[in-house]
């Protein structure tokens, strides 16, 4: 059984006619929440896996447009119904917490990178001179980073960031309503050459979920 996400029950969700595979999408009831699931072979063919992550989250957004989620990782595979029910269960106070909270709520990715022009140059001088470069580099996209929160404003709830191999992704969490406007302010920030800043969303604010699946 293949798991896609926890939801807060509510009528008339209307669910994608197939997920994963081509497999039925079934909510089942724990308390007052609703995990959405399909039957799945967990002897997965690797070659057809990014088409599976594409179907898994073509199923996440569809959902997503209609209610908060909380989704889980692909591919999280269960027993059985019963099993499900019981991890469900022991986490239930928590998930219904972070749903409140996270109602009407929306995150909103923005992957800072440094482009690697003129990287070779420095990498053939001494090694304290490329990790200065780097790190003035890194600098530079901390202070991109920062001019789109601070064009943000007070639209952006809370920020998140983690360093990535080429520069910062930083992910944001934006109230619904107030998604047009959040855009609108961002999209005139400038980036300076050799770095380049791309946004995406909205997507299920996973970043800023508390509770663990583990």
Known sequence: MLAYCIAEQQSQIRLPPRGVEGARIEGIDVGMLRCFVSDFDARMHQGHFPEMVKDFSQVLQRIFEQASIIPFRFPTVVESEEVLRQFVEGRS?????ALHQLRNKVQMDLRVTLESGGTPEYSMQSGRSYLEHRRARYQEAQSI???FRRASDSLAEKWVQHDTPSGIRGFALVDRSSLPVFLEKIGRVVTPGGISARITGPWPPSEFVET???
Do not use: N, P
């Open 93 to 97: 106070v928590d998930y219904r917490s």
């Open 145 to 147: 980073l920062k001019e």
């Open 212 to 214: 663990a699946h583990e």
